[in-house]
């Protein structure tokens, strides 16, 4: 069973960073044709696609956030990291990690909310 588990502080204030961590149980980050993907709800129910590692490390972002966003991954420990940078209140988010197969979401982790404060 394929399992992805957000963690990280809940509150961050205006110009400082929020680091996220999904941690993956059931499934390698290497595996071939799968993408590890980071996905916002905002409370206004959009969604946005931030960013995705895959298998071989390669990385894609938004280009929306490409200034501001990073993610990277430890396959010792198969984690991969969220880093978005230079926040503001509009990044107030429900921030969910995916694995995505042939592009298409098929495992989502239950969500960590993140609000940032001015």
């Known amino acids: 069973q394929v399992q992805l588990q957000e963690s990280g502080p809940g509150l961050v204030k205006a110009s400082q960073t929020i680091s996220l961590t999904c941690t993956v149980t059931?499934?390698?980050?290497?595996?071939?044709?799968?993408?590890w993907t980071w996905i916002r709800q905002f409370p206004g129910k959009g969604v946005q696609w931030m960013g995705q590692?895959?298998?071989?490390?390669?990385?894609f972002y938004s280009p929306s956030l490409q200034s501001r966003i990073s993610i990277s991954r430890d396959t010792s420990k198969n984690q991969y990291t969220l880093q978005l940078n230079s926040v503001t209140p509009e990044d107030t988010a429900e921030y969910y990690c995916?694995?995505?197969?042939?592009?298409?979401?098929?495992?989502w982790g239950q969500g960590a909310q993140v609000t940032v404060s001015s």
């Open positions: 590692i895959d298998p071989i490390g390669k990385t």
């Open positions: 059931g499934d390698s980050l290497t595996t071939a044709a799968h993408g």
């Open positions: 995916v694995r995505t197969y042939t592009f298409k979401p098929d495992y």
